[in-house]
Structure formats: C-alpha cells, structure tokens
C-alpha cells in the first residue's frame, strides 16, 4: 500500500490552527472524518480515542514528527491524513522537542496486520531527511500532495 493510498488528500491542513496536543488532534480528526464522510458524533468519539491513545505513551517519534493513531470500530478502511504546524506542538516527544508534522492514522479494529504495515510505511517515509524538511516547508495542500506522491516513487517507497 502506498502512502497516497492512505492520505485522503481533502483532509490535509497545511497550517495547523490548534497549538495544543489535543486540539491538533481534534482538529485532525474533525478534518479526516469530514473527509470520508463520516459524523460529528463519530469525530468526537474518535478524537478521545486517540487522546486516550496518546495518554498512554506518546506517538511524537522525534525529529519533529509525531503519528497519533487509533482502531476504531467506525473506521471501515484505513485512512490518514498529515497536518502541519509551524510553530511547533508540544507532543512529549522522545527527544523533547515540538512537533512540526503530524501524521493521523485511522484504521478498523479488525485488520490488525494493515494498521501495522501501514504504520511502518508511514514511519519509513518519515525517517528520510528531505522528506520531513520539504513537508515542514510546504506551504499549502497541492505541495504536501505532491511530496507524498513523490515519496511514493522513491526506490523503496
């Protein structure tokens, strides 16, 4: 599965507005779910979930990026999306320092194998250097677009 697979394209936010953890999240969330159509009940629930998720150990992985993910019995198909923050968010990340992008994660609870290859695709593509560099440089939707298409190209992509 490539990672344009994954990323509904609609639900990127180029510029973050929340500053917090979990207004990211929020925001995040409500976007995806808009996305692929789903409710302001199921985003509410959702959102806590991966709240919760976050409580229990942080996803902000280094280098600026963060990847807050959940199962969800109102996800049918696993689904992302990727926002982006310039000022940073405070994510408790390992190496204690903000958090610049952030990759949501959505994914059923029934297809335990998909969410984890999922995640590690993800994970891949963000340990390149200039992949993270271009994406905290885009500046709008078509660019963050773009690099993750690009991505998907590169020889191990």
């Given at each position: 599965?490539?990672?344009s697979?994954?990323?509904?394209?609609?639900?990127?936010?180029?510029?973050l507005?929340?500053?917090?953890?979990?207004?990211?999240?929020?925001?995040?969330?409500?976007?995806?779910c808009?996305?692929?159509?789903?409710?302001e009940?199921?985003?509410?629930?959702?959102?806590?979930a991966?709240?919760q998720?976050?409580?229990?150990?942080?996803?902000?992985?280094?280098?600026?990026?963060?990847?807050p993910?959940?199962?969800?019995?109102?996800?049918?198909?696993?689904?992302?999306?990727?926002?982006?923050?310039?000022?940073?968010?405070?994510?408790?990340?390992?190496?204690?320092?903000p958090?610049?992008?952030?990759?949501?994660?959505?994914?059923?609870?029934?297809?335990?194998?998909?969410?984890?290859?999922?995640?590690?695709?993800i994970?891949?593509?963000?340990?390149r250097?200039?992949?993270r560099?271009?994406?905290?440089?885009?500046?709008?939707?078509g660019?963050?677009?773009?690099?993750?298409?690009?991505?998907?190209e590169?020889?191990?992509?």
């Amino acid at each position: 599965m490539k990672l344009s697979d994954l990323i509904v394209s609609d639900a990127i936010i180029p510029e973050l507005e929340a500053t917090d953890r979990n207004g990211v999240i929020r925001e995040l969330v409500n976007s995806l779910c808009s996305g692929i159509g789903l409710g302001e009940s199921e985003a509410a629930s959702i959102s806590k979930a991966v709240i919760q998720r976050e409580n229990q150990g942080s996803t902000g992985f280094g280098k600026g990026v963060a990847v807050p993910h959940v199962k969800h019995s109102a996800i049918d198909k696993i689904v992302g999306t990727i926002g982006r923050s310039s000022a940073g968010v405070d994510f408790a990340a390992l190496d204690r320092s903000p958090v610049y992008i952030i990759v949501l994660l959505l994914s059923p609870p029934d297809n335990p194998d998909q969410h984890l290859a999922s995640m590690e695709n993800i994970f891949r593509h963000l340990q390149r250097d200039n992949f993270r560099r271009f994406l905290r440089q885009a500046s709008n939707k078509g660019e963050i677009i773009e690099l993750v298409q690009e991505a998907d190209e590169l020889p191990g992509g």
